[in-house]
């Protein structure tokens, strides 16, 4: 099983600001098939980007992935209001599916 | 506009069973895989089973293998969960979640349901 391990496990930061968010997995995920959610409170997760870098359909721009490997890296440049949420990635490589705990991000 | 509706959710004692259901429209759906996650109150995510479109396989986590079945009936176009010997610590909301692309169960989650909650508890 792969462990996915996501860090910080909450990010305070002012809107505007650069969050920088990262999920290390205990081995390689092949072909980088690593995706991000985005979850609001009472709501589904939503798909942020798959393939560690390609990014959803109707996602902004200010949201970017990189990575490879075992270490994977979500960028949201500049902080809008409703971009406050937790962030989950998520291996497709292998079964079990394995998500990592999630990274709150919060308003400072 | 693809839409994933579950229901069934509701609550049930310790060692009792619950079937849960997802609609699906919206796409083809004997085109691709749908699994079940659920989330714990407060916690994260958590894939719990998964189907191939045409619903020869099947997948489990050991967390609920032996006690979950999933299922799907392509002349409704409908996901099922079947969950026996229930536990408190199946808690949780639970969602189905579309796979993206035809054919590969290989692939991340592009749409997903609202959930639907279980709770058991006596």
């Known amino acids: 099983e792969i462990v996915l391990t996501q860090s910080p496990g909450t990010l305070s930061l002012s809107p505007g600001e650069r969050a920088t968010l990262s999920c290390r997995a205990s081995q390689s995920v092949s072909s980088n098939y690593l995706a991000w959610y985005q979850q609001k409170p009472g709501q589904a997760p939503r798909l942020l980007m798959y393939?560690?870098?390609s990014r959803a359909t109707g996602i902004p721009d200010r949201f970017s992935g990189s990575g490879s490997g075992t270490d994977f890296t979500l960028t949201i440049s500049r902080l809008e209001p409703e971009d406050f949420a937790v962030y989950y990635c998520?291996?497709?490589?292998?079964?079990?599916?394995?998500f990592g705990q999630g990274t709150k991000v919060e308003i400072k | 506009e693809v839409q994933l509706v579950e229901s069934g959710g509701g609550l049930v004692q310790p060692g009792g069973s619950l079937r849960l259901s997802c609609a699906a429209s919206?796409?083809?759906?004997?085109?691709?895989?749908i699994s079940w996650v659920r989330q714990a109150p407060g916690k994260g995510l958590e894939w719990v089973s998964g189907?191939?479109?045409?619903?020869?396989?099947?997948y489990y986590p050991d967390s609920v293998k032996g006690r979950f079945t999933i299922s799907r009936d392509k002349s409704k176009n409908t996901l099922y969960l079947q969950m026996d010997s229930l536990r408190a610590e199946d808690t949780a909301v639970y969602y189905c979640?579309?796979?993206?692309?035809?054919?590969?169960?290989?692939?991340?989650?592009?749409?997903w349901g609202q959930g639907t909650l279980v709770t058991v508890s006596s």
């Open positions: 919206g796409f083809t759906f004997t085109s691709h895989a």
């Open positions: 979640a579309k796979h993206y692309g035809s054919g590969s169960f290989y692939a991340y989650f592009d749409y």
């Open positions: 998520q291996q497709y490589a292998g079964s079990p599916r394995t």
């Open positions: 189907i191939s479109g045409g619903g020869t396989n099947t």
């Open positions: 393939g560690a870098s």
